[in-house]
């Protein structure tokens, strides 16, 4: 069966410091894999997904960049943190059904990881 | 262009009795659609999805939701709620594209 795997679950850091947020996926090959922030209260936003190794396809500009070295580990990164950064951060992966017209297939998520900026 | 609303942002029930969420859809092609649901702190955990089979589906936890074309609807429904169902549900729906679009969430809350 499919597991996927997100760390850390909480994590304080200081304005201006970088960041860098792992996420694997277990028992599948190629996954379109995701990342999503969800502010305090809110709903999701999803702010990268991928397709394949090194392709990023990115939703919101922001100071975060993502990178996929290895087919099932997606990386969320940040140079310089902001406040505004603050928030609850999710990875997910699908099925890559993108040539299976009618065969679309739900996400599944990681347990998250809960980024304070102070 | 795809959309989905849930109508409702906060519902509350009473132990017991059923739970009606409700979300509309838009979509320009067949879609598939999903009801996630996620505890405080938590990732999201699938419910339900309906991929153009039958169109009353059934998930976990004694829930079910029934697709309807004519009205463009995907409502979650569940006979009788428990204290555990209290919970943040989120309508989902997928087309062509690789990434979905969410709803903005329904906060369950269930009385004793």
């Known amino acids: 069966s499919q597991t996927i795997h997100q760390w850390p679950a909480t994590l304080v850091q200081p304005v201006g410091s970088p960041l860098s947020l792992e996420c694997t996926v277990e028992?599948?090959?190629?996954?379109?894999l995701y990342w999503y922030r969800q502010a305090a209260g809110r709903g999701l936003q999803l702010l990268f997904y991928?397709?394949?190794?090194?392709?990023i396809s990115s939703e919101v500009p922001q100071n975060l960049s993502a990178s996929r070295p290895q087919d099932r580990q997606f990386i969320l990164s940040s140079k310089k943190l902001l406040l505004s950064d603050s928030g609850f951060y999710l990875c997910?992966?699908?099925?890559?059904?993108?040539?299976?017209?009618?065969?679309?297939?739900?996400?599944?998520f990681g347990d998250g990881t809960r980024l304070s900026i102070l | 262009a795809q959309s989905v609303t849930q109508l409702d942002s906060h519902v509350s029930v009473s132990e017991g009795t059923p739970v009606l969420l409700r979300c509309n859809y838009s979509?320009?092609?067949?879609?598939?659609l999903f009801w996630y649901v996620q505890h405080p702190n938590k990732g999201l955990q699938l419910l339900l999805k309906?991929?153009?089979?039958?169109?009353l589906v059934k998930g976990i936890n004694g829930f079910e939701a029934e697709f309807k074309k004519s009205e463009t609807s995907f409502h979650l429904t569940k006979p009788s709620a428990h204290m555990s169902d209290a919970a943040e549900y989120f309508c989902?729906?997928?087309?062509?594209?690789?990434?979905?679009?969410f709803g903005d969430g329904t906060t369950l809350t269930v009385k004793p």
């Open positions: 997910a992966w699908s099925l890559n059904t993108l040539y299976r017209q009618g065969a679309y297939q739900p996400q599944h």
């Open positions: 028992g599948t090959s190629n996954p379109n």
């Open positions: 991928s397709v394949g190794i090194g392709q």
């Open positions: 979509s320009s092609y067949s879609p598939s």
């Open positions: 309906y991929t153009s089979a039958a169109t």
């Open positions: 989902v729906v997928s087309d062509l594209r690789v990434s979905s679009t």
